[in-house]
């Protein structure tokens, strides 16, 4: 992510002395100003869109790129991997060809390297379960822990946690379960601890997206907790945003964990710790009749 975020500024800089007529022209289009500066076209909202009010109107020529099956925020990296190691594993496939197959021994480790990389920052489309009071998956993975816990700021000060383990052969796009409207984004540095610790929850890294619960008001909470390998998240979401069940809200780089915090009393569970889930697909819980 930093060093897309730096290429971001070499861009802005070179567009704002070569061409103007294009930071002019979405000039028109902004609806405010970005304090910093830091906003010259649709592009630059990626990664800031949660951290500058500035917005344009009309359509994004380039929301193509989040329909090629890849996660839009992790092309950058899908991009310098691609030119780091493509050459490497054509290059051996070339001398196994024409020189010796031995070569193919040097091929595979690179071409396996490749392959995983575009995999882990595959998006595939989802068919969202229809129903009301239905709680879909927030993303890929196993569950790990399922029960309620000490939440203060939650109505009792208890609340229903599910957690779902995310390694690094799982879809790392994160969902919302249900509609919803964000409240609050809030970011906690930390450690890097193995996202099944059990102590990762308190103390790594994470970003907790509270919400409100369609048709009731009640508080929700997921947390995004980065692990030892996944050390970047990614959320484009922003307060007062509304998410349908299955939209997309974030990102969780290369093996994490992800929390959903539920209010006690008002969902029956459908699932149990060992489940393999699938975000958007899966039934986590379900709202109890009348609640």
Known sequence: MGLEQCWAALRRGVLRQLFPEHVARWATRLNL?????????????????PAT??????????AWRGRMGLARHGLGEALVFTL???????????LAVWLHPAWWVGFLPFFIWHAFTIAFFRDPERSIPAGAGLVVSPADGKVTAAGEIDMPDFPGGRALRISIFLSVFSVHIN??????????????????????????????EQLWLDG???????????????????????????????????????????GSRTDLILPVGLFSLKVAVGDGVWGGTTVLAERLPGK
């Open 84 to 94: 780091l190691l493509a050459p490497c594993w054509m290059g051996c496939a070339g």
């Open 212 to 254: 409100i619960l369609d048709g009731g008001g009640q508080p929700v909470r997921l947390k995004q907790i980065s692990g030892a390998i996944a050390r970047r998240i990614v959320c484009w979401v922003t307060a007062g945003d509304h998410l349908a069940a299955g939209e997309r809200f974030g990102l969780i780089k290369f």
């Open 175 to 204: 969902r919302a379960p249900f509609p919803m409207t964000v409240a609050r984004v809030r970011y906690f540095p930390g450690l890097f601890l193995d996202a099944r610790h059990a102590d990762c929850a308190e103390r790594n």
């Open 33 to 49: 100003p970005d304090p910093q500066g830091r906003v010259v076209d649709a592009r630059d909202l990626k990664y800031l869109r």
């Open 53 to 62: 009010p500035s917005r344009f109107n009309g359509p994004d020529p380039w």
